[in-house]
């Protein structure tokens, strides 16, 4: 099978994923080494994180990094696995339409076959609401031109950022996801999110599938399949779980002199195999 062809596979099983009656799991990666963990521990698919992928290269998070060192670091995780990646592309890197018109045709140059999309929040609250639709509906033709159906999952910050009034978040929520579903969106996604009855309204009003940002104090994977909830992401977290861990052995080499820390640690050789270059399947 061509790698074009392989794509294209890809990208229709990744969008069954979002309507099995499985819950998809998206444990996410920042570099080859973990996205192969990952896929080595059973995963169906890949998400990147784009927060995770800026850590690993020395930016802060928030679009600090260039499209091009992000879609490259997408790249390589797609070439050391066979399962489906999709990219955390932040807002699009860019301003315009066309701006996420480049970003969705390096995702698929890059061989991934979703794409995360963001409204980028800043001081003055929510990205404008009409121009997230444009880029939407840009990043859609984008996919269509090229022939590859990507998985547009567009997400909206009211909860995360705490915008607005409590009182007024949840109707704000849904009026931007159901906005950013009809423009085109395949799947949409409210992080901070966490309380159960918040997310059973979510599902039932926005009326596609509902990416939750899960973590400590959120409901378990068995729950939010309970309550409807087609996906579910880390984020950054495990990748800034690694970070904790590195600081603990740094404490205790430093302090005690021990090594307790390190016993969880993978055999060389094992770590050794996964690097080694696989074949595609044919």
């Given at each position: 099978m061509s790698e074009i062809s392989q794509q294209k596979a890809n990208a229709n099983a990744f969008r069954a994923l979002h309507e099995g009656a499985k819950i998809l799991l998206l444990p996410n990666v920042w570099d080859v080494a973990s996205a192969r963990v990952v896929?080595?521990?059973g995963f169906r698919a890949i998400a990147t994180s784009s927060a995770g992928v800026a850590f690993s290269l020395g930016y802060p998070d928030g679009q600090k990094i260039s499209r091009g060192e992000m879609l490259q670091a997408v790249a390589r995780i797609v070439r050391a696995v066979r399962?489906?990646?999709?990219?955390d592309a932040e807002a699009g890197?860019?301003?315009?339409?066309?701006?996420a018109a480049l970003t969705a045709a390096g995702v698929i140059e890059a061989g991934a076959v979703g794409m995360n999309f963001e409204e980028a929040a800043g001081e003055d609250g929510l990205a404008d609401l009409t121009l997230q639709l444009e880029k939407i509906r840009a990043v859609r033709e984008t996919a269509t031109e090229l022939n590859v159906r990507l998985v547009l999952n567009a997400r909206t910050d009211v909860y995360l950022a705490q915008i607005g009034e409590p009182a007024s978040r949840y109707d704000e929520t849904v009026r931007r996801l159901r906005a950013y579903r009809d423009a085109g969106a395949d799947c949409v996604f409210a992080p901070g999110v966490s309380d159960p009855e918040i997310i059973r309204r979510l599902v039932m009003d926005v009326r596609c599938p509902l990416n939750i940002l899960a973590g400590p104090g959120a409901p378990s994977v068995p729950e939010l399949q309970r309550l409807g909830v087609a996906r579910v992401s880390l984020g950054s977290a495990p990748m800034r779980a690694t970070l904790g861990l590195v600081r603990r052995m740094a404490e205790e080499l430093k302090g005690a002199g021990t090594y307790r820390t390190l016993e969880d640690a993978p055999p060389h050789g094992d770590v050794n195999r996964m690097m080694r270059a696989r074949?595609?399947?044919?």
């Open positions: 896929e080595e521990a399962v489906p990646v999709t990219a890197y860019g301003e315009r339409p066309e701006d074949p595609k399947p044919k």
